[in-house]
């Protein structure tokens, strides 16, 4: 098992930036891919970001590339998402997903493809 905690929302003005962190413990041991996912009010849940376990490969929803960037530090079992130039469409819930994996190089990009999820963290982006 592995838990997950987000942290780092909050209100920020357009144009802004914010640094999501997801905190993993439990049976950390293990290879793990991880990604983030978002879910804004009355719209289903999308895919962000994803990030393979040795952080060398990594893709991003067309709506962030160029904005937001994934990494990770395998040392502290944390995930990161620094988001720049936010835009009022980025508000929403954000999630932090993991998912064991024997291969270090890969990632996922559905949310059906994680096992575990973390309880969310909201960023609010004021236009």
């Known amino acids: 098992q592995v838990q997950l905690v987000e942290s780092g929302g909050g209100l920020v003005q357009a144009g802004g930036s914010l640094r999501l962190s997801c905190a993993a413990s439990?049976?950390?041991?293990?290879?793990?891919?991880m990604g983030w996912f978002r879910q804004a009010p009355g719209k289903e849940r999308e895919f962000v970001a994803a990030?393979?376990?040795?952080?060398?490969?990594?893709y991003y929803a067309d709506s962030v590339k160029g904005r937001f960037t994934i990494s990770r530090d395998n040392a502290k079992n944390t995930l990161y998402l620094q988001m720049n130039s936010l835009k009022s469409e980025d508000t929403a819930v954000y999630y932090c997903?993991?998912?064991?994996?024997?291969?270090?190089?890969?990632?996922?990009?559905?949310?059906?493809?994680?096992?575990?999820w973390g309880q969310g963290t909201q960023v609010t982006v004021s236009s």
């Open positions: 997903a993991a998912e064991t994996t024997y291969y270090s190089n890969i990632y996922y990009l559905r949310d059906d493809e994680y096992t575990y």
């Open positions: 439990g049976r950390t041991r293990s290879g793990y891919a």
């Open positions: 990030i393979s376990f040795t952080g060398r490969n990594t």
